[in-house]
């Protein structure tokens, strides 16, 4: 437990809500005499302090983004992947709770279980801590400036098409620019034109990378 709070860099005052969300609802069958609660009803707090914690940072670090981008911005960052990528650094699957059964089917790797505990520690950080402790926890783990401006890039290319749909007869084309660097680390660029004119170019890891940052570049250009 003390190694696990080391990770969550927070050290609850009643260890008994960082063992609740820890116990799945397996061990929780399986030790009905002992009243071990699951954690499914931290989870379900957790999911609405991680909900309202996201959505008021989003509110604050994207002033020009509307509500409709938002929302989807915010359920891209909170889904189960992301939150079982915080599950894995944080080894979680080591310190759960769980039944005989439910351990032998492979549980403590399962995406949906680990991405629950994660909710229910939130839920227990804020019951211990007041809503400080999730937040500063969130940020850290999901809210990265790097994971929302990756999350934010997956979608320049909806947006940019968007945007020239407001007018009929609108032509987007993405180009490819060619290729650069030696085999393990390419880099690649591409051109995205509008009615044959050129209003962005982008370089990246992937052609896919590469026509996002032309289309972010185009962007830009378009909303001046």
Same mark, same amino acid.
Do not use: W
């Given at each position: ?80 992947? /992301?939150?079982? &990528?915080? @599950?894995? #650094? ?6 759960? +709770?769980? %039944?005989?059964? $439910? ?8 995406? /949906?279980?680990? &991405?629950? @505990?994660? #909710? ?6 804020? +019951?211990? %801590?007041?809503? $400080? ?15 929302? #401006? ?11 098409? $968007? ?15 060619? #290729? ?45």
């Amino acid at each position: 437990m003390k190694e696990l709070e080391e990770k969550l860099e927070y050290r609850f005052k009643n260890k008994a809500l960082l063992e609740n969300a820890l116990t799945h609802s397996s061990y929780a069958n399986e030790n009905r005499g002992n009243s071990f609660p699951s954690n499914e009803r931290l989870e379900f707090l957790g999911d609405s302090v991680l909900g309202f914690v996201t959505a008021k940072h989003l509110y604050s670090v994207t002033p020009t983004l509307p509500e409709g981008k938002m929302t989807r911005l915010r359920a891209e960052l909170v889904c189960e992947q /992301s939150l079982h &990528a915080v @599950a894995e #650094e944080l080894e979680l699957g080591r310190y759960l +709770l769980m %039944g005989h059964g $439910e351990e032998k089917n492979g549980g403590r790797t399962r995406a /949906s279980i680990l &991405a629950d @505990a994660v #909710e229910a520690i939130i839920a227990a950080m804020f +019951l211990d %801590g007041g809503i $400080e402790v999730p937040e500063s926890f969130i940020k850290r783990m999901i809210l990265s400036p790097e994971s929302i #401006e990756a999350h934010h890039a997956a979608d320049y290319k909806t947006e940019l098409q $968007e945007l020239i749909q407001k007018k009929s007869g609108q032509v987007l084309t993405y180009i490819p620019a060619g #290729e650069s660097g030696p085999d393990h680390n390419k880099t690649f660029s591409a051109y995205v034109s509008l009615n044959g004119k050129v209003i962005g170019e982008g370089t990246g890891r992937t052609k896919k990378e590469a026509e996002q940052a032309a289309a972010c570049v185009a962007l830009k250009k378009l909303s001046k």
